[in-house]
């Protein structure tokens, strides 16, 4: 079982960046596909990005390829999402997410969830 908390939500211009960190507990961290997604009020959740247990798999939303980029650091039981050239159709609670072993980009298939990080873009 893993725990998540996600840092790094805020308020940003249209056109900035921010960096999203997830921390995650557990000494199994290697083992999970990890994934962002996002939701906004009265819509489903989405699916933004997906990195592999190793990190050298990785797969976007169309919306964010080319300016969203996932990474993870297995000796730091981290994993990142640098969001650049922000939109303000970016704006959503975003949630790290873990899944024990397996590549998935769909939501259901996720076990496990922190409790999401605001991200607000100004127009």
């Known amino acids: 079982q893993v725990q998540l908390v996600e840092s790094g939500g805020g308020l940003v211009q249209a056109g900035g960046s921010l960096r999203l960190s997830c921390a995650a507990s557990g000494r199994t961290f290697g083992s999970y596909t990890m994934g962002w997604f996002r939701q906004v009020p009265g819509k489903d959740r989405e699916f933004v990005a997906a990195?592999?247990?190793?990190?050298?798999?990785?797969d976007y939303a169309d919306s964010v390829k080319g300016r969203f980029t996932i990474s993870r650091d297995n000796a730091k039981n981290m994993v990142y999402l640098q969001m650049n050239s922000l939109k303000s159709e970016d704006t959503a609670v975003y949630y790290c997410a873990g899944r024990r072993m397996g590549w998935s980009t769909g939501s259901a298939d996720y076990a496990y969830w922190g409790q999401g990080t605001q991200v607000t873009v100004s127009s």
């Open positions: 990195v592999s247990q190793s990190g050298g798999r990785t």
